[in-house]
């Protein structure tokens, strides 16, 4: 293909080094135009450059929200779990209380279902040569429904809030090592520097929709969401009973422009089997999320559609480094040769999910280096690993947890390790005893020689390197100490150019095969169920449902 | 005998009170045993222990369990439920809200079962040993074997997915007219009757061969009473003493212990509020809740007892001695 050099190279005399060899690893061939286009997003290149770039190649397609085609000023009734407690932009971690907060709130930065950061409340951010200052140019006139303009002091308080280890902030863990309180500094009024604790190339993701509790708040927020449920974003709060449900009406002064339902209808259910009746029986538009296990009759359903979102969401399956029987990686590597992946994925999910690679690099990730061979069950290797390693199988438990499909898929553990003389005996518990106090020494998560736990989606494996396998990691259930792999982590999460995290993720993935500290199987689909009627409604596997573009009927 | 009744009372009402206070002592002494912490119920497995401490002391959930609950039960005596650990907010409105809806599905459930399964019962013992008397017997018995969540799941396909003449869920929406609740209510209530038809027509059907084999029962026939009034006077007075015991002890079920159904049919009752409480640690909810349901059941057992005695003098304060 003719590369029309000539259109580029005028811009490119305006970019910075980082964006220069970003657009030379295109133009080299050794990144896609989705790739380009997601690394692009991460380190702010936009406007003019994208647009040169996009005519020397032609157009891509970019998977955003369908256009709406249907009617609007509809009520879209949409059926999610319980939220877990009060609605807090500062404390809410489950699934159906960030999904009230992202109706009326907004983030900096919208993490879209391809992971491409597109601009919400910040339109362009930039870092310093070594990613460790990040500045963000705040849009000009936004409102919050109070009526109040957002500033840059209102995003300073909302980070600080969120950094402040006083808070009970959910975000703690996320900005653990990247952000601390106080760091986050006013440039001007619409413009604001993060001042990182050490280099990231990734963190526009850490104040994106990712980050799910970082919707920007007005500076003087008191703690009492539920009074004034007071953000930037489409819709409005209508009205709001705890256990019950929810309704929003469109935000007339949204900044993103008109936002076709009228009205939205959330109702709150404790369990997904009548949220599958509801939609079939008509009473509802939209289930946010479904699992397999339990709506299979969806699947084949002709009047509902399934919105299937690529996603890190997975389990591992940590085996303690530190103590037997697992303490010889020799028998690791074993047990995680007797898995029949593609089986597993076909039984659980209906295929609707990739393999995983007993590493957290999933698919899904830009940065994941896909020449790594995929590891396949081979239950020779298996066997003569267990002989190498003078065992002839043992008796073990696998504790884990009732939730989803973990019970079915430690039944298939079981019965594979059975192969290579490994007896598993199961206890699996309520999610609550698993985790326990969820500290070293007062959790059978932490502690359990052999365990399964459930992990949700995230825009990069960032944290999924760090805390569950690094030495000091807080979540490092398997007891892995590698100092290898610890600098290797840290090389990761400081590179800024995409071939340089694909190159230290090629390494990261082989270590992980090597020593396999955890085994991770698949990494399954986020789905979305809606009535065949229902268009434009874009969800996130962050259990985020953006509605402003949607109608039903 | 108007004394014996006073003192009857005097005394239920305070072995009643005693109840609800060692109950209070279980649930709070069991809810130690429950492992977690309700910050970490909030904030989920993977925040930063700082910030579970944090939201810990905020709510007060750090403070030794004891002086929890004693400051628990000094506002109880102040007539406050305490606030919700979880909710951030009042115990009462919570209450309060799924406590009438409880007691709705349970009165629909209990309006339909009751006169349902006497009479069925009552006609099974007078054609006992006949085909009607079999096909009762049996059709009760099926009935009380299958599971709330399969009839559940049965009639919520045929009635609100394939006919679409009944709503799934039993929520209705605000401001809706008694007419419109019970339509809501019609279909969460058909599991609730076809796990208690069997059981009360089976105490009905033995309650009245009793009856009808007993000396008065003869009596009464040689005596030439009609058979109505034999009956009326003296085979069903007697015959249901048992039945209305046996339907106050279902009570505690009916308005509580539905935690299926409410979760199946979207209905925000006691029974679900009281789970999430348990699996939150929410220890002010789960002890309002519970306490709730206890007192309903005390009270209905008092009213069942005193409904006996009524039926049956013999059973009066001071008869019995």
């Not at chain 1, 760090?466 to 259930?477: E, K, Q």
């Not at chain 2, 003296?234 to 159904?261: C, D």
Request: with cysteine.
């Amino acid at each position: 293909m003719p590369r029309p050099y000539s259109m580029i190279d005028p811009l490119r005399r305006r970019l910075g080094p980082l964006e220069n060899h970003l657009v030379d690893e295109l133009l080299a061939g050794r990144l896609s135009r989705r790739s380009f286009l997601r690394r692009a997003s991460v380190i702010g290149l936009g406007g003019p450059m994208l647009a040169a770039v996009a005519a020397a190649f032609g157009p891509w397609s970019a998977p955003l929200a369908q256009a709406a085609t249907g009617k609007p000023d509809t009520t879209i009734r949409v059926g999610t779990s319980v939220p877990a407690g009060a609605i807090d932009p500062v404390t809410v971690g489950d699934a159906g209380g960030l999904l009230m907060l992202q109706q009326v709130g907004d983030f900096l930065v919208y993490d879209q279902p391809d992971l491409r950061l597109a601009p919400m409340l910040a339109t362009s951010w930039k870092p310093n040569p070594d990613g460790s200052v990040w500045t963000f140019r705040l849009r000009p006139g936004v409102k919050f429904h109070s009526g109040k303009t957002l500033v840059a002091d209102d995003v300073v308080a909302t980070m600080d809030r969120l950094a402040d280890p006083k808070n009970a902030s959910n975000a703690l863990s996320v900005f653990q090592g990247v952000l601390s309180k106080g760091n986050t500094k006013k440039i001007d009024e619409h413009t604001i520097a993060f001042h990182l604790d050490a280099p990231n190339g990734n963190f526009p993701y850490y104040v994106s929709s990712d980050n799910y509790n970082a919707i920007i708040l007005p500076a003087d927020y008191d703690g009492n969401f539920e009074k004034t449920w007071d953000g930037t974003g489409p819709f409005r709060i209508e009205k709001y009973i705890p256990k019950v449900g929810a309704s929003f009406v469109r935000n007339q002064d949204w900044w993103g422009g008109p936002v076709l339902p009228a009205r939205t209808e959330f109702s709150f259910y404790d369990d997904q089997q009548p949220q599958v009746l509801a939609l079939q029986g008509g009473q509802l538009d939209i289930v946010s999320q479904i699992v397999v296990q339990g709506a299979q009759g969806l699947l084949n359903d002709p009047d509902i559609a399934i919105i299937k979102l690529e996603a890190s969401t997975h389990r591992q399956l940590h085996m303690r480094c530190d103590i037997p029987p697992f303490n010889d990686k020799r028998i690791r590597r074993a047990l995680a040769l007797t898995l029949d992946r593609p089986a597993i994925v076909a039984g659980l999910f209906r295929g609707l999910s990739d393999l995983g690679n007993d590493s957290p690099f999933a698919p899904v990730y830009p940065a994941t280096d896909k020449s790594v061979a995929q590891r396949h069950q081979d239950i020779a290797q298996a066997k003569a690993l267990m002989a190498a390693a003078g065992s002839k199988g043992f008796a073990v438990t696998l504790t884990t947890e009732q939730y989803q499909e973990m019970p079915d898929y430690a039944v298939l553990i079981q019965n594979a390790a059975k192969e290579i003389g490994i007896e598993v005996s199961l206890k699996i518990e309520t999610q609550s005893a698993y985790y326990g106090d969820a500290v070293f020494g007062r959790s059978d998560w932490l502690d359990s020689p052999f365990g399964m736990t459930d992990y949700g989606h995230r825009g990069t494996p960032d944290v999924l390197l760090a805390a569950p396998l690094t030495s000091r990691g807080s979540w490092n259930a398997a007891h892995f100490k590698n100092p290898e792999y610890d600098r290797l982590v840290a090389d990761f999460v400081a590179a800024i150019d995409l071939s340089s995290q694909r190159a230290i993720a090629g390494k990261i993935e082989t270590l992980l095969l090597d020593e396999t500290p955890v085994v991770f199987a698949y990494f399954y689909d986020y789905l979305t169920a809606a009535r065949k009627s229902v268009s434009g409604a874009q969800p996130t596997a962050i259990s985020q449902l953006f509605l402003q573009s949607a109608s039903a009927g | 005998m108007g004394g014996g009744w006073g003192g009857w009372f005097a005394r239920r009402i305070s072995l009643s009170l005693l109840t609800l206070f060692l109950l209070s002592l279980v649930v709070f002494a069991g809810g130690q045993l429950l492992p977690g912490n309700v910050g970490r119920a909030i904030l989920g497995p993977l925040a930063d222990p700082r910030a579970v401490a944090a939201l810990n002391h905020q709510l007060g959930a750090d403070r030794p369990p004891l002086v929890q609950y004693l400051g628990w039960i000094g506002g109880i005596l102040h007539g406050n439920l305490g606030r919700s650990l979880e909710f951030r907010s009042p115990v009462a409105p919570f209450i309060g809200a799924a406590l009438v809806k409880s007691l709705k599905l349970a009165a629909v459930a209990a309006i339909i079962v009751v006169p349902l399964s006497i009479a069925a019962g009552v006609a099974a013992a007078l054609s006992a040993g006949t085909l009607t008397d079999r096909v009762i017997s049996l059709a009760g018995l099926s009935l009380t074997v299958i599971p709330e969540f399969v009839s559940s799941i049965v009639v919520i396909l045929i009635f609100s997915v394939w006919l679409r003449v009944l709503p799934i869920s039993a929520a209705w929406p605000a401001g809706a007219d008694p007419f419109e609740q019970i339509r809501h209510l019609i279909l969460p209530a058909v599991p609730l009757v076809v796990v208690l038809f069997g059981y009360i027509a089976r105490m009905a059907r033995a309650g009245t061969i009793e009856a009808l084999e007993a000396d008065y029962t003869r009596t009464a026939i040689l005596k030439g009473l009609p058979r109505f009034v034999v009956l009326r006077r003296h085979v069903l007075r007697n015959a249901l003493l048992p039945t209305i015991t046996v339907i106050a002890t279902q009570t505690s079920y009916l308005v509580g212990g539905l935690v299926v159904v409410e979760t199946l049919f979207r209905y925000q009752g006691i029974g679900s509020l009281i789970l999430t409480a348990a699996i939150g640690k929410d220890f002010p909810m789960l002890e309002a809740g519970i306490l709730t349901v206890g007192a309903i059941y005390i009270g209905v057992t008092l009213i069942a007892d005193a409904l006996a005695i009524l039926l049956n003098p013999r059973l009066a304060p001071g008869m019995a001695g």
